[in-house]
């Protein structure tokens, strides 16, 4: 009962490039959440995301990050021209789908994929 | 100011101690509080949920929600060298989606 899987777990990258960062939720959850954690500091939210939606990418900066979660295959996190401030290490969540009134908070997360640009 | 607050340590204890970690928040709307557990370069799991005000055990954890005072605790009994990790709080408002909200974490440290 594999967990929530994020590729690759390590990336390095040069400044200007392009880093994609996968993740597979778990099996039976449709939500997917990123977050983005610093050196010494705590989980932020990115983006969340279901089959094909972006719900709310308030946390996402404006320019250069995008995310998608396609009908098939993994979420993508997608990080354009990066910069040295972008290395952190990004974490891939899951939750089963819930309603309003049924949603316990309850995240699970990947391992998350640790990006260092040079 | 932060939504969550949270000392960030270390606290280094000696085995068989009672650990008390604590967060503070400002966001009245907050109805859910977690506690995740994260080990060195791994994800975070999580370890205790709560609704609203109240404890919950569960072994040798305690989780306590003070809704009066913003005030979280997690409470570790008879405490293990392998409870050594970074402990985050969490928190989400109630309904909607889990767009939860961290505390910086604290470094717990346990020694035999």
């Known amino acids: 009962n594999a967990g929530v899987m994020q590729n690759p777990r390590h990336l390095v990258r040069r400044r200007g490039q392009e880093a994609r960062l996968r993740c597979s939720p778990m099996k039976g959850h449709s939500h997917v959440y990123w977050y983005r954690q610093l050196p010494e500091e705590g989980l932020k939210f990115m983006v969340y995301l279901q089959k094909e939606n972006i719900i709310d990418e308030s946390g996402m900066p404006k320019e250069r990050f995008s995310a998608e979660f396609p009908k098939e295959g993994p979420s993508i996190l997608r990080i354009q021209q990066v910069v040295r401030g972008d290395s952190a290490a990004y974490f891939c969540a899951s939750s089963r789908p819930t309603s309003a009134s049924q949603n316990t908070g309850e995240l699970f997360f990947g391992e998350g994929s640790r990006l260092t640009v040079l | 100011q932060k939504e969550v607050e949270q000392d960030p340590g270390p606290l280094s204890v000696p085995e068989g101690a009672i650990v008390s970690l604590n967060c503070t928040y400002s966001?009245?709307?907050?109805?859910?509080f977690m506690w995740y557990r994260q080990y060195s370069r791994k994800g975070p799991e999580l370890l205790m949920y709560t609704y609203s005000s109240g404890n919950k055990e569960d072994g040798r954890f305690t989780a306590q929600v003070d809704k009066s005072s913003k005030y979280i605790s997690l409470f570790i009994r008879d405490s293990q060298p392998s409870d050594s990790a970074t402990y985050l709080c969490?928190?989400?408002?109630?309904?909607?989606?889990?767009?939860?909200?961290f505390g910086a974490g604290t470094r717990l440290a346990v020694h035999p």
């Open positions: 969490a928190m989400t408002a109630s309904g909607g989606y889990n767009k939860l909200i």
């Open positions: 966001n009245s709307a907050f109805q859910y």
